[in-house]
């Protein structure tokens, strides 16, 4: 397998590495490595294949920095964005739109590419968490890229989570919901997400010419 390394950083909040919430998703994973995301500008980046940004982080910090978010993409690298991303930061994202509700099955989603991370994942046990729906996504990023491919949507078609391969010369996934390498714990399908995620990303790396060989 190629020996990927992905940097994630940590907003240092409740749903973050040490935070209280997510206490359970939180363990240290292979080839993922922490960083407080104040220190972001002063990291060394070269050693990563994987940029992974998550929910609540300070995004006035990112479009500050978005230049080093650009610049690892057109590295040929991957950032993953999950997150409602209202800052342009990441090229050729647009701005997050809350999905309109009307009753609780609106959350309800579809997998849009089975051949995919989400393949084998039942969207009744992604939408709905102890009987309450709304938890995994609520709204989109409105394409704009007709090559991009959308992998997760709702059932109205509005997009959840797409891969951008052509604004940069990396890979994008906008994904406007949980951290992905989360969902890795619990008794149902949902925890195929994470494993089936770190598969793609070594293949997408692959891909993209690195990894070990590199």
């Not at 590495?17 to 997510?22: D, E, F, N, T």
């Not at 604004?167 to 399908?189: F, M, Q």
């Amino acid at each position: 397998m190629t020996d990927i390394k992905i940097l994630k950083l940590d907003g240092g909040h409740a749903f973050g590495i040490s935070g209280r919430a997510m206490a359970d998703v939180n363990e240290p994973m292979d080839h993922v490595m922490n960083l407080d995301q104040y220190e972001l500008e002063n990291a060394d980046l070269s050693a990563f294949h994987v940029l992974v940004i998550t929910d609540f982080i300070d995004q006035e910090y990112l479009l500050e920095k978005k230049d080093i978010i650009e610049q690892f993409l057109n590295e040929g690298k991957i950032v993953v964005a999950c997150t409602h991303i209202f800052r342009p930061w990441l090229p050729g994202v647009n701005l997050f739109m809350p999905k309109m509700i009307r009753n609780h099955s609106d959350y309800e989603m579809q997998v849009v590419k089975e051949d995919s991370f989400f393949h084998g994942v039942d969207m009744k046990e992604l939408a709905y968490r102890k009987g309450v729906s709304g938890f995994y996504s609520r709204g989109y990023h409105p394409l704009t890229n007709k090559d991009a491919e959308v992998l997760l949507a709702f059932l109205d078609g509005t997009p959840i989570t797409y891969i951008d391969r052509t604004t940069t010369k990396g890979t994008i996934v906008a994904h406007s919901a949980r951290d992905l390498l989360t969902y890795s714990t619990g008794e149902n399908s949902t925890q195929l997400i994470a494993k089936q995620f770190m598969e793609w990303l070594v293949e997408e790396v692959e891909r993209l010419g690195g990894g070990k060989d590199k």
